[in-house]
């Protein structure tokens, strides 16, 4: 299982990257003046579902899969899909789909924020059913967003299918300015706001504190289920939750925010990584 980043434990901590696969938020960096950063965004993924026979272009890492009754296609990198020749005769073929784009990069500064999750969208179990055309069906996969030793991270790209497109995870700020919205938003800094997730992708980042001694702890970033944990005295907020989905046939929670940091240990601790680990 993977998700965000846990957010650097000050005294010179980097922040841990978010995993990859999962779309997770970088933790946050701690203290610029070690010349340490914060952690990456995971990339993002694109897996598709149907009964139809299915075929995959791009690296190995992409790949098929069949349980006897359902194909199940797996993009970690961009690539095309197509469909069997039982389903050439169709126009539009109904598929379920997962579609979570790259988190983005934590914040860096004596104590940032975490970089929120990839922008998450799933129709399964229950939800509607994408149709795409017999193919080739280009599928691009969303990197995640860099984290940064001295300033805000950077966004995480956009993972996308057809016309079903995620958005990428917002970056988690240093102490000198706001974060950035996404798919999920990004952590605030110390003394500064979270950021905006998107509707019906993710949630909004933490805020960080306001100026709370002695640890300064930045916010959390977003997850696709949960706001990350506004920062406080003594910690760095927890991401934001992931979610749990089962579309490959086990339980897997992805997208997690990555957790805000701190500016000294002896304070307390960084923010725990959203639910899904990358701690």
């Known amino acids: 299982n993977g998700g965000g980043g846990a957010g650097g434990n000050g005294a010179g901590a980097i922040g841990t990257a978010g995993t990859p696969g999962t779309g997770g938020g970088g933790g946050a960096g701690s203290q610029v003046g070690t010349g340490v950063g914060a952690g990456a965004g995971g990339p993002g993924i694109?897996?598709?579902?149907?009964?139809?026979?299915?075929?995959?272009?791009?690296?190995?890492?992409?790949?098929?899969?069949?349980?006897?009754?359902?194909?199940?296609?797996?993009?970690?990198?961009?690539?095309?899909?197509?469909?069997?020749?039982?389903?050439?005769?169709?126009?539009?073929?109904?598929?379920?789909?997962?579609?979570?784009?790259?988190?983005?990069?934590?914040?860096?500064?004596?104590?940032?924020?975490?970089?929120?999750?990839?922008?998450?969208?799933?129709?399964?179990?229950?939800?509607?059913?994408?149709?795409?055309?017999?193919?080739?069906?280009?599928?691009?996969?969303?990197?995640?967003?860099?984290?940064?030793?001295?300033?805000?991270?950077?966004?995480?790209?956009?993972?996308?299918?057809?016309?079903?497109?995620?958005?990428?995870?917002?970056?988690?700020?240093?102490?000198?300015?706001?974060?950035?919205?996404?798919?999920?938003?990004?952590?605030?800094?110390?003394?500064?706001?979270?950021?905006?997730?998107?509707?019906?992708?993710?949630?909004?980042?933490?805020n960080g504190s306001a100026n709370q001694t002695p640890g300064y702890g930045g916010g959390g970033g977003g997850g696709a289920s949960a706001a990350g944990t506004n920062g406080s005295g003594s910690t760095g907020g927890p991401g934001g939750a992931g979610s749990a989905n089962s579309i490959t046939g086990s339980s897997v929670t992805r997208a997690g925010g990555g957790g805000g940091s701190i500016y000294n240990r002896p304070a307390g601790c960084g923010g725990c990584g959203g639910a899904g680990g990358g701690g």
């Open 46 to 206: 694109v897996i598709i579902k149907s009964t139809n026979g299915l075929a995959v272009t791009g690296p190995s890492c992409n790949s098929v899969s069949y349980d006897g009754t359902n194909f199940v296609a797996s993009f970690k990198a961009s690539g095309c899909l197509t469909f069997g020749c039982a389903a050439a005769v169709d126009n539009f073929i109904g598929v379920d789909y997962l579609v979570v784009a790259g988190g983005g990069g934590g914040g860096g500064s004596d104590h940032g924020g975490g970089g929120g999750a990839g922008g998450y969208r799933t129709s399964f179990p229950s939800g509607t059913k994408a149709y795409l055309s017999a193919g080739p069906n280009a599928v691009t996969i969303g990197a995640g967003g860099a984290g940064q030793s001295s300033d805000d991270g950077i966004k995480g790209s956009n993972s996308l299918i057809a016309g079903i497109t995620s958005i990428g995870g917002g970056y988690g700020s240093d102490d000198q300015a706001s974060a950035g919205p996404g798919g999920s938003g990004g952590g605030g800094g110390n003394g500064r706001p979270g950021a905006s997730g998107t509707a019906c992708q993710g949630s909004n980042g933490g």
